[in-house]
């Protein structure tokens, strides 16, 4: 039906209205802690508000992880804080009352059809140890009344580029070859890095400028990557929230 009223409208000339938008962000929000090592979940709250967000990954989050954040749910009272779903994806698990974890997150306006925590190879830094651990989300969202896959990760941060080839590895094994994927992330290096090639041969990347360190920022470490979607505009907000500045991404299918 939708295609034959397209057809329509271009046989008769009526102006075709262009296709819904989805506003995506990445954002790695160091626990809520701003340049100002001051910690500030209200802060980030706004932060992410002002970008108008459909869809938001999250990375360095914490859910009753530590001292820092007050052993705070971030997912939780940020979720609330915007009116949105939430989806959190530990990356580490820890025992106690109530458990401690830290990871990754997707924040949605969407209904949620599916949410999965899938593991990557990662070095772990709790004890150094190499293997499969979890953290590398996966969200199905109904965006309009069509299925989009979220995905959100966060990437090894040590020089030594090994584990993050490993990681981009495998999450194309992960991901779907067909379908509309959204990978949100802070892949703790350049567009221009050996390691993330792989990446760019399946999905086209979106980084409009350099996000890290969030008040003089020089380095391209945050990305956002599409397929099954048009990028309509790409920007890197201000923002001393966190120690990295937001991506936002406008798609279109």
Same mark, same amino acid.
Do not use: C
């Given at each position: +039906?939708?295609?034959?009223? %397209?057809?329509?409208?271009?046989?008769? &000339?009526?102006?075709?209205?262009?296709?819904?938008?989805?506003?995506?962000?990445?954002? @790695?929000?160091?626990? &809520? #802690?701003? $340049?100002?090592?001051?910690?500030?979940?209200?802060?980030?709250?706004?932060?992410?508000?002002?970008?108008?967000?459909?869809?938001? &990954?999250? *990375?360095?989050?914490?859910?009753? !992880?530590?001292?820092?954040?007050?052993?705070?749910? *971030?997912?939780?009272?940020?979720?609330?804080?915007?009116? +949105?779903?939430?989806?959190?994806?530990? #990356?580490?698990? %820890?025992?106690?009352?109530?458990?401690?974890?830290?990871?990754?997150?997707?924040?949605?306006?969407?209904?949620?059809?599916?949410?999965? @925590?899938?593991?990557?190879?990662? *070095?772990?830094?709790?004890?150094?140890a190499i293997g499969p651990m979890p953290g590398f989300a996966?969200?199905?969202?109904?965006?309009?009344?069509?299925?989009?896959?979220? !995905?959100?990760?966060? %990437?090894?941060?040590?020089?030594?580029?090994?584990?993050?080839?490993? *990681?981009?590895?495998? +999450?194309?094994?992960?991901?779907?070859?067909?379908?509309?994927? $959204?990978?949100?992330?802070?892949? @703790?290096?350049?567009?221009?890095?050996?390691?993330?090639?792989?990446? !760019?041969?399946?999905?086209? &990347?979106?980084q409009p400028g350099p996000t890290h360190p969030a008040d003089?920022?020089?380095?391209?470490?945050?990305?956002?990557?599409?397929?099954?979607?048009?990028?309509?505009?790409?920007?890197?907000?201000a923002s001393t929230a966190s120690d990295h500045r937001p991506?936002?991404?406008?798609?279109?299918?």
């Amino acid at each position: +039906m939708k295609a034959l009223l %397209l057809a329509v409208l271009l046989l008769t &000339g009526v102006p075709v209205p262009p296709q819904a938008a989805l506003r995506a962000v990445t954002f @790695n929000i160091h626990s &809520g #802690i701003g $340049v100002d090592a001051r910690l500030d979940l209200a802060r980030t709250a706004d932060a992410i508000r002002a970008t108008r967000a459909d869809v938001v &990954g999250l *990375q360095e989050v914490d859910v009753h !992880w530590s001292e820092r954040s007050g052993f705070a749910d *971030q997912a939780a009272e940020l979720a609330r804080a915007l009116g +949105m779903r939430v989806f959190f994806a530990p #990356i580490y698990d %820890l025992p106690g009352t109530p458990r401690r974890r830290f990871g990754v997150a997707v924040l949605t306006r969407f209904p949620v059809l599916r949410a999965v @925590n899938h593991e990557i190879t990662r *070095q772990s830094t709790q004890d150094s140890a190499i293997g499969p651990m979890p953290g590398f989300a996966e969200v199905v969202v109904l965006a309009r009344g069509r299925p989009a896959h979220l !995905w959100v990760t966060h %990437l090894d941060f040590r020089p030594d580029p090994a584990i993050r080839a490993r *990681q981009v590895a495998d +999450m194309l094994a992960i991901v779907p070859d067909h379908g509309a994927h $959204v990978l949100l992330g802070d892949l @703790n290096a350049e567009p221009g890095a050996p390691e993330l090639a792989p990446l !760019w041969d399946r999905f086209t &990347g979106v980084q409009p400028g350099p996000t890290h360190p969030a008040d003089a920022p020089r380095l391209r470490l945050d990305h956002i990557a599409v397929s099954g979607f048009s990028v309509a505009s790409a920007e890197v907000p201000a923002s001393t929230a966190s120690d990295h500045r937001p991506v936002v991404a406008v798609l279109t299918r």
